[in-house]
């Protein structure tokens, strides 16, 4: 009887004949990808991007708050005051005023017992989820969430039902099936889904998760700085925020840093100080990163309902401007008073993978820069570009970047309807 020998499998084969490498190196060879450009200036409406003048229209700098004086002296303050590093994590040595200052005044913003700020957003979700869910529990998730949120779910051991995008009436289905699971309950949604620009139907959800008796966790990665009179996310838009348990933002957005926090109640987040492997054992975020997000979460609460409305007006500008030029603009739907739920993500909807590569190629160089979203980031035939807006756009900016797009898209067939 023979047998027959087989040496061990290399573990890098997937790295040769992945289901994208062919597209990749197609893109590639022709100048077509659109990841990893080069920035080459500050960040800000208009940069510099591979030696061009360009107008910036994929940028989470919503408030243009890393050109501010007053948050770049905050940065170099804590630089000259706490060195490049704390060299440690939060338990042991990298905790310094400034990060308790960052919490305390971000717990007041947010109108919560505690916050507990964590080195990047994806850490935040990551960290929070992996310690408050455990193998006996289920976490309940719209398709659409943050691919941190669903991490967590998995690091976490939690039975894991998922729902379609925004169908509240899915969400109750795996409600009532959560419900024999056995264990607690936790629900995570997006305050605002970051590659369609809508908002989660909140009402409803809190109405869902209180009347079958799930926790409630809101991502308001995309709200803080953005939504609300005091700029604090979907829970204040639409007054849940004392029906909302937890509440993830992050510093890299709207507060022109790197960095994230959870917001709820005080036993919770002294629980996670001690149970959150992500923030236990990862360094401290670095003192320039804190500095600059305090002195943002400061002005945001002094000055933010000007910033906010400028920011919205802007989106709003643009979002007519392409429906103007006969794009598929997916539309943010409306609010429970009738008026349009606007965010500054404005998508674009072009439907084939190498189409949207190739438009978004076309305008980067003829000089607007966007965001170009295809599968599996977004549903199959469902590519995008996903536009973003400032407050610090100026209405002859966006007329600009209009302009060019409406002589680029003229070269495209089948984009306007």
Not at 299 to 307: F, K, M, S, T, V
Request: with cysteine; charged share 20%.
């Amino acid at each position: 009887m023979s047998e027959t020998s087989t040496g061990p499998i290399d573990l890098f084969e997937k790295v040769r004949s992945h289901d994208r490498r062919e597209q990749l190196e197609a893109a590639n060879a022709a100048d077509l990808n659109p990841y990893f450009r080069l920035l080459t200036s500050q960040a800000g409406p208009v940069v510099e991007m591979e030696g061009r003048e360009t107008i910036m229209l994929g940028s989470n700098n919503y408030l243009g708050l890393t050109g501010d004086e007053r948050v770049r002296q905050a940065a170099r303050d804590a630089l000259d005051e706490y060195g490049t590093g704390v060299t440690g994590s939060r338990l042991l040595n990298g905790t310094t005023p400034l990060h308790l200052d960052l919490e305390r005044e971000l717990a007041e913003w947010m109108e919560t017992e505690d916050a507990i700020v964590f080195t990047t957003g994806y850490q935040s979700n990551l960290g929070c989820l992996q310690a408050i869910l455990g193998p006996n529990d289920t976490v309940i998730a719209d398709s659409g969430d943050h691919a941190s949120i669903l991490d967590g779910c998995k690091l976490s051991g939690a039975k894991l039902r998922p729902f379609r995008h925004n169908q509240t009436g899915k969400l109750e289905k795996m409600l009532q099936r959560a419900a024999d699971d056995g264990g607690g309950v936790l629900v995570v949604v997006d305050g605002v889904y970051s590659m369609e620009g809508d908002l989660c139907d909140l009402p409803r959800v809190v109405e869902l998760a209180g009347h079958y008796g799930a926790r409630l966790m809101v991502d308001e990665a995309h709200g803080v700085g953005v939504l609300g009179s005091r700029g604090a996310g979907a829970a204040e838009l639409f007054g849940l925020e004392d029906r909302v348990d937890l509440r993830m933002g992050t510093f890299s957005k709207s507060l022109a840093s790197c960095g994230g926090f959870i917001a709820g109640s005080a036993e919770v987040i002294e629980y996670l100080r001690i149970s959150s492997r992500s923030f236990i054992f990862s360094a401290s975020g670095v003192p320039a990163a804190v500095g600059a997000a305090l002195e943002a979460v400061r002005i945001c609460r002094a000055e933010g309902p000007a910033l906010y409305s400028k920011l919205l007006g802007n989106a709003d500008y643009l979002r007519e401007g392409l429906k103007g030029l006969g794009l598929n603009v997916i539309e943010p739907g409306l609010l429970p008073d009738g008026s349009v739920a606007t965010t500054p993500v404005v998508p674009v909807v072009v439907g084939d993978d190498w189409q949207a590569i190739l438009l978004w190629k076309a305008l980067f160089d003829a000089g607007v820069y966007t965001n170009v979203a295809i599968h599996p980031a977004v549903p199959p035939s469902g590519a995008l570009l996903r536009t973003s807006l400032m407050a610090t756009h100026e209405i002859s900016q966006l007329d600009r970047a209009l302009e060019i797009m409406a002589g680029v898209i003229a070269e495209f067939d089948g984009l306007t309807g």
